[in-house]
C-alpha cells in the first residue's frame, strides 16, 4: 500500500553535530513534501518544504533532499542546538483532482546531547 | 497573532459523556482538518472539510462528528466518550489545495475515564 514511513524511530546527536532525518516514501506521483517539527505538549511547526522539480532546498541551518529515483526524503539539520530536540515528520501530497491532502509518517524523535 | 486557535486545552470526561472541541483559524484558509495522535500511530485523519459548507470522513471517523460553522470555525463533537478516544487532538487549516502545508493547532489533550 501506499505510506509515508521513517527509516529510525529515534535519533540522538551530540549538540553541534550535524543531523540526517530520512523518510521513504512510495508515491511515484507525489509533487511536495514538507518537513514538520513537534515539540513536547506543541502542535507541528512547518520547517521547510521541497516540490518534486526539485532535489534539494536550504533554509536556516537546514537542508532537506529528494531523490525521486529511490523515493527517498531526508532532513539535514547543521550545528544542531538543544532545541532542535523534537519529534520530526514528513508528510506528502499527491495529486488528487482538487482533494489534495498531506499524508503524515509517524515520526523520528531526536535527542540532542549536551 | 495569526494561527489556528484551539479550546480546551485539557480536558477528562466519564465514559458516555459529551463534548465538542473548538477549532477557529484567522488566515481566510478555505480546508480545515481534525486529527487525532497516539503514541507510536502519527496523525490519523478522523474529518476534514475542504471548504466551507462541506465536510468528509477521513480515516478514523467513527465516534465523531464535525461542524463547519463557516469559514474560521470547525468543530469537533465527541457525542458519547469512550476511552478508546484518549488522545490528543489536533485542528490544521490550509489553502484549498494544501500546497503550502497545513497550519496546526497547539493540540486538545483528551483523557477519558
Known amino acids: 500500500g501506499e505510506s509515508v514511513g521513517l527509516h529510525l524511530p529515534t535519533l540522538s546527536v551530540q549538540e553541534g553535530d550535524n543531523s540526517i532525518i530520512n523518510c521513504a516514501y512510495s508515491n511515484s506521483a507525489s509533487d511536495y513534501f514538507i518537513w514538520y517539527k513537534q515539540e513536547s505538549g506543541k502542535g507541528p511547526q512547518f520547517i521547510i518544504d521541497?516540490?518534486?522539480?526539485?532535489d534539494k532546498r536550504q533554509g536556516q541551518r537546514v537542508t532537506v533532499l529528494l531523490n525521486k529515483t529511490v523515493k527517498h526524503l531526508s532532513l539535514q539539520i547543521a550545528a544542531t542546538q538543544p532545541g532542535d530536540s523534537a519529534v520530526y515528520f514528513c508528510a506528502e501530497m499527491r495529486p488528487n483532482f482538487g482533494n489534495e491532502k498531506l499524508t503524515f509518517g509517524t515520526g523520528t524523535r531526536l535527542t540532542i546531547i549536551p | 497573532n495569526a494561527g489556528v486557535t484551539q479550546t480546551p486545552k485539557f480536558q477528562v470526561l466519564k465514559t458516555g459523556q459529551s463534548m465538542t472541541l473548538q477549532c477557529a483559524q484567522d488566515m481566510n484558509h478555505n480546508s480545515m482538518y481534525w486529527y487525532r495522535q497516539d503514541p507510536g500511530m502519527g496523525l490519523r485523519l478522523i474529518y476534514y472539510s475542504a471548504s466551507e459548507g462541506t465536510t468528509d470522513k477521513g480515516e478514523v471517523p467513527n465516534g465523531y462528528n464535525v461542524s463547519r460553522l463557516n469559514k474560521r470555525e470547525f468543530s469537533l463533537r465527541l457525542e458519547s466518550a469512550a476511552p478508546s478516544q484518549t488522545s490528543v487532538y489536533f485542528c490544521?487549516?490550509?489553502?484549498?489545495?494544501?500546497?503550502?502545508?497545513?497550519?496546526f493547532g497547539s493540540g486538545t489533550r483528551l483523557t477519558v475515564v
Open positions: 490544521a487549516s490550509s489553502e484549498w489545495i494544501p500546497n503550502y502545508g497545513y497550519t
Open positions: 521541497i516540490r518534486s522539480n526539485m
